[in-house]
């Protein structure tokens, strides 16, 4: 399957890029913002393009060797960009800081269609489901293997919020006991097993939200998202814009709420009679609302339809 770069035009639009800006793509997937977004910014510009996933980042030194993109407007880096201003702080010729950083927080196609990954519940494989099978330990199958029951019910309700979460992760230890759970297909199979027929008619797949969860949870991806925010404003130059696609509510709400909470000078309870916490506004909200796929995209890539696209700009 072919990976088409969700609400591409939106993110380069709302980006403000002009030739020689350094921009930050904290979330390369299969490239395609960077290539969009490169475009861009050159001649005399600079992209710094991030991902967990080495095989992403290797699958485009080859992209940007067949388009030509001179190795001094690309700088590539294997890492998790919670660790973006340790990666900064190791370029010596970005020294002012990023004009526009984006991240576009979905996984890519080649993840998900690759079994050896685990991502997918629809092929069978590993149950993985690491960015980073070179960085990382943890697997989806030390999770379900190893998790007490009350653990796994927090984790799928919290991350999933999957409302037979107790049911599946009593049914998971139930498995467990006679047999190690390896594969994806006996996940699904335990979940399968579990849930109501009526559940199993539902438009989202009844896996749909534990394989999430599982995903969340071994990636520890809203704790790497706050990380990343944190730091991405600190880096962002003043006027620079800072772009965010989200796919579930989890994630959009970190965003949200972050944005919110950096676009206000006073976080103090309304009870308090002065303001004690000197925090100071930092950001400016450009999208009052989340900037949504068209339909047009979302039938042309129905992967779209939960998209969510948040923009603010450092003041």
């Known amino acids: 399957m072919i990976h088409r770069s969700v609400l591409l035009n939106e993110v380069i639009r709302n980006l403000n890029l002009k030739p ?4 930050v793509d904290g979330t390369l997937g299969a490239g395609g913002h960077s290539v969009a977004i490169l475009k861009r910014i050159l001649p005399g510009g600079k992209l710094i393009s991030i991902d967990w996933d080495r095989q992403a980042v290797d699958n485009f030194k080859v992209i940007s060797e067949k388009l030509n993109i001179p190795k001094k407007n690309l700088i590539l880096a294997s890492d998790n960009y919670a660790n973006l201003s340790a990666i900064i702080r190791g370029l010596p010729d970005v020294t002012s800081g990023a004009d526009a950083i984006f991240a576009d927080l979905g996984f890519s196609s080649d993840q998900i269609e690759d079994a050896k990954r685990g991502f997918s519940f629809l092929r069978n494989g590993p149950l993985d489901m690491r960015y980073s099978q070179e960085a990382q330990k943890l697997t989806a199958a030390d999770i379900a ?4 029951e009350k653990e796994l019910v927090d984790i799928f309700w919290k991350y999933g919020e999957e409302k037979y979460a107790k049911k599946i992760a009593k049914e998971i230890v139930k498995v467990r006991k006679i047999r190690k759970i390896r594969e994806t297909k006996e996940l699904v199979e335990i979940i399968l097993n579990t849930v109501p027929e009526k559940y199993k008619r539902a438009r989202i797949h009844p896996a749909t939200k534990v394989f999430q969860a599982l995903r969340i949870e071994v990636n520890q991806e809203l704790e790497n998202l706050k990380e990343f925010l944190e730091q991405a404003v600190e880096i962002l130059t003043d006027g620079g814009r800072l772009a965010v696609i989200s796919f579930h509510s989890l994630e959009d709400r970190v965003v949200k709420d972050f944005f919110r909470k950096e676009s206000r000078d006073c976080l103090c309870p309304p ?8 925090h100071k506004r930092g950001l400016k909200i450009i999208t009052k609302k989340p900037i949504v796929p068209s339909e047009k995209e979302i039938r042309e890539n129905p992967r779209a339809r939960s998209a969510r696209l948040r923009v603010a700009e450092k003041i």
Do not use: L, W
Request: glycine share 12%; hydrophobic share 30%.
């Open 20 to 23: 020689g800006m350094t921009v």
């Open 145 to 148: 293997n190893g998790y007490s």
């Open 271 to 278: 009870s308090f009679p002065k303001c004690v916490c000197a």
